[in-house]
């Protein structure tokens, strides 16, 4: 295979919409899999709670034990708030949206970044606009593949993926500014100000390292190349799951077709429509080992920021698009 120069274009639908429509007249029951679970909000306090101690005693680590940690626990502790920010803000923790958004401000506390209520509002349009070039912000940017396709530029992206997945959306389409992205930036820069000028700035950036490594060379990092990566080539899929252990630290985040296919079904429920529809799941293509993948994008020649389908060439110049949400659509169902 000769190493991509383009990405891999698409003249079809994404999947996702035939597959609901299909699994839901064939299998009525999963509609009662939809709705929110109460339980989220408990899980996520306990690890809010444990990063919260560690951040605490950060400033008394030695150098060796504050790099360890950070990278061990404090970033597999801060990857699974990443994925369980996104189960809130598909408004599947409490029943009213106000509540879903204050407890994805809260959680945000550890990840130090005001990302929460931005990243709710663009991840909306991954949803609804797939592979669209220019509005999804999940893409690589043109520029990002022309750089950054060869093994050092692969390196460097995945060294600071972090920092593009958190800068990316921004150079990709604007969205008006709520007091809901104000109240979150100002609830990030009060809490951490307060604590380091009572405590020590250095439990900041215990968190902020932790961050840092959850998105960068960490075996969980490499669900971000899992989700929409096309490591084997053209296919129809564009879309896939990983059905590993790390699923249990991660509020099963690898569940992604399936997540695809029904935004509004809590993580405690996914992994049953599979088992209620396995004829849709069994066939597709999965992924094995979230921290393969990111040994196989630095190695593969194949793999790099242009393996990824796009389709609606030049759509980021319509004007007639749906209006980027920010409170009515971050649980879509088709």
């Not at 996702?16 to 429509?21: E, G, Q, S, T």
């Not at 509005?135 to 593949?145: G, N, V, W």
Request: hydrophobic share 45%; charged share 15%; proline share 5%.
């Amino acid at each position: 295979m000769t190493p991509r120069k383009d990405f891999m274009w698409s003249q079809q639908e994404y999947m996702h919409v035939a597959r609901n429509r299909e699994m839901l007249r064939k299998y009525p029951e999963i509609k009662k899999l939809m709705g929110y679970d109460t339980t989220t909000k408990y899980y996520c306090i306990v690890i809010v709670l444990i990063q919260a101690i560690i951040g605490y005693y950060a400033p008394y680590m030695s150098w060796p034990v504050f790099l360890i940690t950070a990278y061990v626990v404090g970033a597999t502790i801060n990857s699974a708030l990443f994925l369980a920010t996104h189960e809130v803000t598909h408004y599947l923790a409490f029943k009213k949206r106000w509540h879903n958004d204050a407890f994805a401000i809260l959680i945000n506390f550890p990840i130090v970044v005001p990302f929460a209520m931005m990243f709710k509002t663009y991840h909306a349009d991954h949803h609804r606009y797939l592979g669209w070039d220019g509005i999804d912000p999940d893409l690589p940017a043109d520029f990002e593949a022309k750089l950054l396709s060869n093994f050092p530029g692969k390196l460097f992206y995945m060294t600071f993926q972090i920092l593009f997945y958190t800068c990316r959306p921004m150079m990709v389409r604007f969205i008006d500014f709520k007091m809901i992205h104000a109240i979150n930036y100002a609830a990030m820069l009060s809490v951490h100000g307060w604590i380091a000028y009572h405590h020590s700035y250095w439990s900041t950036a215990y968190w902020i390292a932790s961050g840092f490594f959850a998105g960068s060379l960490h075996p969980l990092a490499g669900h971000f190349l899992a989700e929409h990566y096309m490591f084997d080539g053209e296919s129809e899929q564009e879309t896939f799951s990983y059905y590993g252990i790390l699923n249990k630290v991660t509020f099963n985040g690898g569940y992604h077709v399936e997540h695809h296919d029904f935004p509004a079904i809590p993580w405690t429920k996914i992994d049953q429509v599979r088992k209620i529809a396995p004829e849709f799941y069994d066939h597709l293509k999965s992924v094995d080992s979230w921290a393969w993948l990111v040994v196989r994008f630095l190695f593969d020649p194949n793999v790099s920021s242009y393996s990824r389908v796009k389709r609606e060439r030049g759509a980021w110049a319509r004007k007639q698009l749906i209006p980027t949400a920010t409170g009515s659509g971050a649980v879509l169902n088709f």
